[in-house]
């Protein structure tokens, strides 16, 4: 009885092994990764797994998961699933020249109005992709101006980490 015991434990540990993807054995380095790789990640398909390829060779190397917010297709659900299966290397450089615009930053010393700018224009402001820049939209439409750049906070998916980071580029007047 105990060495079936042992069997079925062994054999419930291989089933579990091979059920989970090979991404959440090793993070998968977006920086880095093939398509084929990125399509181990939850929810990254052929088309997404193209995108991230085609945003990180006309932008540069992603420094960290908010970076990926602003590859056109990827959500916060799907920033959610993949989260804990990605990492990030290399060396994170300048974008390559002649790529520089407003929706990548928000200019040289300038600040982005959260209560005018546009959705492409809020994508402009560090961490800032096109789902949460929709969804400043969406909360400013819905419930008026900001009375502040903290107030940003209360945006389903904007946390602490992402309105500090705004703190040089953020106005609301």
Not at 60 to 87: E, M, S, Y
Request: aromatic share 6%; glycine share 12%; charged share 15%.
């Amino acid at each position: 009885m105990a060495r079936l015991l042992h069997s079925l434990g062994l054999l419930f540990a291989l089933i579990f092994a091979f059920s989970v993807s090979p991404a959440a054995w090793a993070g998968v380095d977006v920086n880095s990764a093939s398509q084929t790789e990125l399509e181990t990640l939850p929810g990254i398909g052929p088309s997404k797994a193209n995108a991230i390829i085609e945003y990180r060779s006309t932008n540069g190397p992603f420094k960290n998961l908010d970076d990926l917010d602003r590859v056109p297709g990827i959500g916060p659900a799907t920033l959610t699933n993949i989260g804990p299966l990605v990492t990030f290397s290399g060396e994170v450089s300048a974008a390559p020249s002649g790529t520089s615009s407003s929706s990548s930053r928000a200019g040289s010393g300038g600040h982005i109005n959260v209560n005018t700018a546009s959705q492409a224009q809020l994508e402009g402001l560090p961490g800032i992709g096109p789902s949460k820049a929709a969804a400043i939209v969406a909360y400013r439409d819905e419930r008026g101006p900001f009375a502040s750049c903290e107030d940003l906070s209360q945006v389903n998916g904007i946390g602490p980490a992402t309105v500090a980071n705004l703190s040089g580029s953020c106005t609301t007047q």
